[in-house]
């Protein structure tokens, strides 16, 4: 402990004082400056003060809703991708990627579908003909 | 809300699951709502503020590595859009003030000079009730951009200084100087508020 703190001294650690970070040696050596000296009692004093009204200090609620904002700005910005009504909200979303490969195979199927159907119409006619060729003969 | 919890949460959030968004928010809506408003003093600017740190969540989470607390880095966001703001309304200010007449803002300094040294007490007496809090909302915003973040982190939002540290980025002996002075401003400009009373 050193009792004679000087006023320097102490007020160098009134800051960690406040914040309860001071060892308990040098929190001793300050109280007692402290106690011995009305200048810095009364600095120290102010300080504690000042800093326990900082924590005090209240904070309105906010006038409107900040998740429905949030939700507002995001849908908006994303062109109704997230937050859109209904069952979008449910949490679960199909990838862009997945919807763009299933697209891509169902282009495919209705492709080969189509080419199928071409190679059956093509054969059936083949057949018609090759019939109406052995008629006349 | 436990870590595993939150950690669950944040991977749902990290593939886009809106309900484990709206948990999120919930969750820290009025933290970032109060941290802000104490770093801009104006509710409405707090409220659009503290929608976009969210919507900046939702945008980048992908870059939340977990290496420091969700909290943290959550405040280290509101704390870069509350600057931005200061700084459009500061852009804004100047404009403004540029188109007033010379005279008239004489007047209006004179007429918030004599309101203010006559309605004030001693700091001891004041910082109690509704005046104290006014005058402390003034004294916040007249602190530079710095020691305002570092006094509404630690003396307001409680937050510890390896945590600060995180936010901020400067080093805690940086923290704790700045910090030392923005209380010293605030206790100072207390103390001139006190001094016509005490006459």
């Known amino acids: ?137 | 809300m436990s870590p595993a919890d939150e950690a669950l949460l944040i991977e749902r959030l990290k593939r886009r699951d809106e309900r484990a968004f709206n948990e999120i928010v919930r969750l820290y809506e009025a933290k970032v709502f109060g941290l802000v408003y104490k770093m801009l003093g104006s509710r409405g600017e707090a409220e659009d503020v503290a929608q976009e740190v969210f919507i900046t969540v939702f945008k980048a989470i992908d870059q939340f590595r977990g290496e420091s607390k969700f909290s943290t880095w959550l405040y280290r966001i509101a704390t870069n859009h509350c600057k931005n703001r200061r700084k459009l309304l500061a852009r804004r200010m100047e404009h403004a003030r540029e188109q007033l007449d010379e005279a008239t803002e004489r007047s209006h300094a004179a007429a918030m000079s004599k309101a203010t040294s006559t309605t004030l007490g001693r700091p001891d007496e004041i910082v109690e009730g509704f005046e104290a809090e006014r005058l402390l909302h003034e004294a916040i915003g007249l602190l530079d951009e710095e020691q305002r973040e570092l006094l509404v982190l630690r003396d307001i939002e409680g937050l510890s200084y390896q945590e600060i540290v995180e936010i901020t980025a400067q080093p805690e002996g940086t923290v704790k100087s700045r910090l030392h002075r923005a209380r010293i401003a605030i206790k100072e400009h207390l103390e001139r508020a006190a001094r016509p009373r005490k006459k």
């Open chain 1, 1 to 137: 402990m050193n009792p004679k703190m000087d006023h320097d001294a102490a007020q160098a650690l009134f800051n960690d004082h406040v914040d309860g970070e001071l060892g308990a040696e040098q929190s001793a050596a300050l109280e007692a400056h402290v106690q011995a000296c009305e200048s810095c009692r009364e600095a120290l004093d102010q300080l504690r003060t000042t800093v326990a009204g900082l924590r005090g200090l209240s904070t309105p609620p906010p006038a409107s809703d900040i998740l429905q904002g949030v939700q507002r700005k995001i849908r908006k910005r994303s062109r109704g991708r997230y937050f859109t009504r209904g069952f979008a909200t449910s949490g679960y979303r199909v990838p862009y990627e997945i919807i763009a490969l299933l697209m891509v195979l169902l282009m495919v199927v209705v492709y080969f579908g189509m080419a199928s159907l071409q190679d059956l119409g093509a054969v059936s006619g083949a057949e018609r003909g090759h019939a109406e060729d052995r008629e006349r003969e």
